[in-house]
């Protein structure tokens, strides 16, 4: 398996500035998944576990902002990353991914990242360059969507927020004077 995970890197455009020795290492930690088509692979909210990147199959994104309202927010192909902000900081996961079609994609775990580094390899830093580039980019692309926004739309959002914070000032001070008068 450790042998398919290196070939799969190697097909890789994401992976082409990586030594053989590097692949080498890293087919160490990647594990080649597979998931068939309507397999959810991970779900938002839950704690997580790692890193996937796609090789094969599409997979849609999607957010329950209200439960049993399911909200398709991007479908992502060969080469994308899922999973980059959790294996960093180990935080929840923003969206569920759900297998489109059948999927194949290498997967590793926090853990084996958190030992790359504490090994102090230098492909480490070339694993972590590769991530934070791919989150570079969802930044501004996410930056180019928001100049998009009609500026009256904008406005309503700012005056929304500005409603809640002046909410929120109101029930803080409310539980202030609660306090105050026990």
Same mark, same amino acid.
């Given at each position: 398996?450790?042998?398919? %995970?290196?070939?799969?890197? $190697?097909?890789?455009?994401?992976? +082409? &500035?990586?030594?053989?020795?590097?692949? +080498?290492?890293?087919?160490?930690?990647?594990?080649?998944? +597979?998931?068939?088509?309507?397999?959810?692979?991970? $779900?938002?909210? =839950?704690?997580?576990?790692?890193?996937?990147?796609?090789?094969?199959?599409?997979?849609?994104?999607?957010?329950?902002?209200?439960?049993?309202?399911?909200?398709?927010?991007? @479908?992502?192909?060969?080469?994308?990353?899922?999973?980059?902000? &959790?294996?960093?900081?180990? @935080?929840?996961?923003?969206? &569920? %991914?759900?297998?489109?079609?059948?999927?194949?994609?290498? +997967?590793?775990?926090?853990?084996?990242?958190?030992?790359?580094?504490?090994?102090?390899?230098?492909?480490?830093?070339?694993?972590?360059?590769?991530?934070?580039?791919?989150?570079? =980019?969802?930044?501004?692309?996410?930056?180019?969507?928001?100049?998009?926004?009609?500026?009256?739309?904008?406005? &309503?959002?700012?005056?929304?927020?500005?409603?809640?914070? @002046?909410?929120?000032?109101?029930?803080?001070?409310? @539980?202030?004077?609660?306090?105050?008068?026990?």
């Amino acid at each position: 398996m450790k042998t398919g %995970a290196m070939a799969l890197m $190697r097909s890789l455009r994401l992976f +082409e &500035s990586f030594t053989d020795a590097e692949l +080498e290492m890293l087919g160490i930690v990647f594990r080649v998944r +597979e998931f068939p088509a309507g397999t959810r692979m991970c $779900r938002e909210g =839950f704690p997580g576990a790692g890193l996937y990147i796609i090789v094969s199959g599409t997979v849609d994104l999607v957010r329950e902002p209200v439960p049993g309202q399911v909200r398709r927010v991007a @479908s992502q192909g060969p080469g994308t990353l899922l999973g980059q902000i &959790s294996i960093i900081d180990g @935080s929840r996961r923003n969206a &569920s %991914a759900d297998a489109v079609n059948d999927v194949v994609a290498l +997967e590793m775990d926090r853990a084996d990242f958190e030992r790359l580094f504490e090994a102090q390899s230098l492909f480490a830093y070339k694993l972590l360059d590769l991530i934070l580039r791919d989150l570079s =980019f969802r930044l501004r692309k996410a930056n180019e969507a928001l100049e998009e926004i009609d500026p009256g739309t904008i406005r &309503s959002v700012e005056a929304m927020m500005s409603a809640i914070e @002046s909410v929120n000032r109101v029930l803080n001070t409310t @539980s202030e004077m609660k306090t105050l008068i026990r």
